[in-house]
């Protein structure tokens, strides 16, 4: 059975950094791309940033430069670092894998349906 648990949401401040984590388990990892999504109420869900079985990644334009997405040496944990946190960053934030998706492809794939999902992890950032 396919598993995906996010943990390290928190309230921060604006400028502060936080480092989320997607725990797998029931997949083969490499077989699998992995991504982020985040959800702010009265907003559309958004695709925040991917990691493909090739070691490609993807960022939304409104976290580049801030956030990172990566494969730790546990190589079924994927991490999402967050820096220079913004309140507009403030939103549940989900782990999605789908199998052998491309970076350019995930968030969309994954919306439709052909995906997992976790169960979420909130980030509030204050000002």
């Known amino acids: ?6 943990s390290g949401g928190g309230s921060v401040k604006s400028g502060g950094s936080l480092r ?3 725990v797998s388990s029931g997949f083969t990892y ?3 791309s992995i991504g982020w999504f985040r959800h702010a109420p009265g907003t559309e869900r958004e695709g925040v940033a991917a990691l493909d079985t090739d070691g490609l990644t993807t960022y939304a334009n409104s976290v580049k430069g801030r956030f990172t997405i990566s494969r730790g040496n546990v190589k ?3 991490y999402l670092e967050l820096n220079d946190l913004k309140p507009e960053d403030t939103a549940m934030y989900y782990c ?3 199998h052998f998706c491309s970076a350019e492809s995930f968030y969309t ?7 997992y999902w976790g169960q979420g992890t909130q980030v509030t950032v204050s000002s």
């Open 1 to 6: 059975q396919v598993q995906l648990v996010e």
């Open 20 to 22: 989320l984590s997607c």
């Open 30 to 32: 490499d077989r699998y």
């Open 76 to 78: 079924t944990i994927v």
């Open 96 to 98: 999605a894998a789908c």
């Open 109 to 115: 794939i994954v919306k439709t349906g052909a995906g």
